[in-house]
T-cell receptor
Framework: DAGVTQTPRHEVAEKGQTIILKCEPV?????LFWYRQTKIQGLELLSY????????DGGAFKDRFKAEMLNSSFSTLKIQPTEPKDSAVYLC??????????????FGPGTRLTVL | DAKTTQPDSMESTEGETVHLPCSHA???????IYWYRQVPLQGPEYVTH???QNTTNSMAFLAIASDRKSSTLILTHVSLRDAAVYHC????????????FGQGTVLSVIP
């Protein structure tokens, strides 16, 4: 089975631009997560979808971050407008059923975003 | 979220067994202990998890203290591929669904 796929692997944007990151979860997985990872803050949850429904929107990230899941096999994360502080690695993860106690999340390779 | 404490770094030699400790003194009864590892330029990789009993799989052995206030991830016959940052994480069942990673332990493996 293919793992979680993320594109692009690297993105460079100017301040104020709109960027869209893409994610394809593992086939058959019902749960999809978007995270942001930095050395200082560690891993921060941006969005969580269960069966395409938004379950958690990451609170502090609601303002300029918007994740969508149009179908069960594809999700996007839009950042609009970008700011230099958004420079980080953005990770997508999926799980067959995260509600089960013994579930695990499978992570993609991440998109490294640099905002100038 | 309950917090975990791990050493910043550890070193091992290929073929040896390494014990990675994790302290979680304020763990709640409904919290599972998860271990993930991450190498540069890749996303985190699931290693193992447990609640009370020791667990084992193809990647590692997880030893959980009887009071659950600490755990140890044991890697046998480590190879260069095991060099990574190892994260010990607590996850409660029910409501809070997110994984919270700290800085983890950087494991270096010497040939």
């Amino acid at each position: 089975d293919a793992g979680v796929t993320q594109t692009p692997r690297h993105e460079v944007a100017e301040k104020g631009q709109t960027i869209i990151l893409k994610c394809e979860p593992v086939s058959g997985h019902n749960d999809l997560f978007w995270y942001r990872q930095t050395k200082i803050q560690g891993l921060e949850l941006l969005s969580y979808f269960r069966s395409k429904s938004l379950m958690e929107d990451g609170g502090a990230f609601k303002d300029r971050f918007k994740a969508e899941m149009l179908n069960s096999s594809f999700s996007t994360l839009k950042i609009q407008p970008t700011e230099p502080k958004d420079s980080a690695v953005y990770l997508c993860a999926s799980s067959r059923d995260w509600g089960i106690n013994y579930a695990e999340q499978f992570f993609g390779p991440g998109t490294r975003l640099t905002v100038l | 979220d309950a917090k975990t404490t791990q050493p910043d770094s550890m070193e091992s030699t290929e073929g040896e067994t390494v014990h990675l400790p994790c302290s979680h003194a304020t763990i709640s009864g409904n919290e599972y202990i998860y271990w993930y590892r991450q190498v540069p330029l890749q996303g985190p990789e699931y290693v193992t998890h447990g609640l009370q009993q020791n667990t084992t799989n193809s990647m590692a052995f997880l030893a959980i203290a009887s009071d659950r206030k600490s755990s140890t991830l044991i890697l046998t016959h480590v190879s260069l591929r095991d060099a990574a940052v190892y994260h010990c994480i607590l996850r409660a069942t029910g409501g809070n669904n997110k994984l919270t990673f700290g800085q983890g332990t950087v494991l270096s493996v010497i040939p």
